[in-house]
């Protein structure tokens, strides 16, 4: 049986973006990189991609801290069949955002809970979001104000991106950010840590 107090809890990952949004659980956590290739295999589909790199960052980290539960989490978007990762400066989030603009895409956000070898939970919450008809000026403004360089599909949602976007539809609001909180808050409680238990 699981214990129902685990000694820590930690986050398999760097981004500022999945900090903030764990933060608000209110549960204490530290945060750990993995190490890890985050680069799709030949012929994965975007949302496999996702989920296997949420698995890889959680077992990885998991194998150091054996006695911590680990999140692992990551995304990928996907429109038209082509994958659309984190562009890393303004030429590619600019061709990304002309590709995406009047387009449906789905934001794959997966992820995964382990705590040592006794509990494991992985799960994939898509999002779907419908982009605006941008003209070029409008993109090169956005991007030049807000810089979304570190994520995928190049629009902040939870800030000034929300104007490139038409419409979302998702069972969980924080997917799109990266971190699909409702989601979580059962793993966790799963994995013994329930959110609202006592401390």
Known sequence: MTPSHPSTLVLASSSRYR???LGRL????ESVSPDIDERPLAGEAPHATALRLARAKAQAIGTSHPDAIVIGSDQVAECDGRALGKPGGFDAAFEQL???RGRVAFFHTALCVVRGAAFEDADVVSTEVR??????A???RYLRIEEPY???GSAKSEALGIALLDAVRSDDPTALVGLPLIRLVS???AAGLPVLGPR
């Open 19 to 21: 900090r903030e949004l």
């Open 26 to 29: 209110g549960v204490p956590f």
């Open 98 to 100: 002309r590709f995406l």
């Open 131 to 136: 982009f605006r008809t941008l003209d070029d």
């Open 138 to 140: 409008t993109i090169e």
């Open 150 to 152: 570190d994520c995928a």
């Open 187 to 189: 793993m966790l409680a």
